[in-house]
């Protein structure tokens, strides 16, 4: 069975910090693709980050240099760091795994996790 599990959401301030994780099970985690994706209340899920299974990363505009992404092969973990938070960062959170191969197997989602920066 394949779980993903995103865990670290929560309330932040303007300009603060929030670090995100995403334990996997059930797939060989360091051959997958990885992201986050974030939806925000009445817009399209959105692309924020993602690592491949060689360590490669690619970020949204609007968040890049100040989100991180970063995977640790021996814990089947992928983290998003995320600094300088503003209100356009409050959505949902969702972690994504993809083979590398597209089509050679089905994309993974987890449930999401809440992130809200509010004063």
């Known amino acids: 069975q394949v779980q993903l599990v995103e865990s670290g959401g929560g309330l932040v301030q303007p300009g603060g910090s929030l670090r995100l994780s995403c334990a996997a099970s059930?797939?060989?985690?360091?051959?997958?693709?990885m992201g986050w994706y974030r939806q925000a209340p009445g817009k399209q899920r959105e692309l924020v980050a993602r690592?491949?299974?060689?360590?490669?990363?690619n970020f949204a505009d609007s968040v890049k240099g100040r989100f991180t992404i970063s995977r640790d092969n021996a814990k089947n973990t992928v983290y998003l760091q995320m600094n300088s938070l503003n209100s356009e960062d409050t959505g949902v959170y969702y972690c994504?795994?993809?083979?590398?191969?597209?089509?050679?197997?089905?994309?993974?989602w987890g449930q999401g996790t809440q992130v809200t920066v509010s004063l």
């Open positions: 994504l795994a993809r083979t590398e191969v597209l089509g050679s197997g089905p994309d993974y």
């Open positions: 059930g797939i060989s985690f360091s051959i997958y693709n």
């Open positions: 690592i491949s299974s060689g360590g490669r990363t």
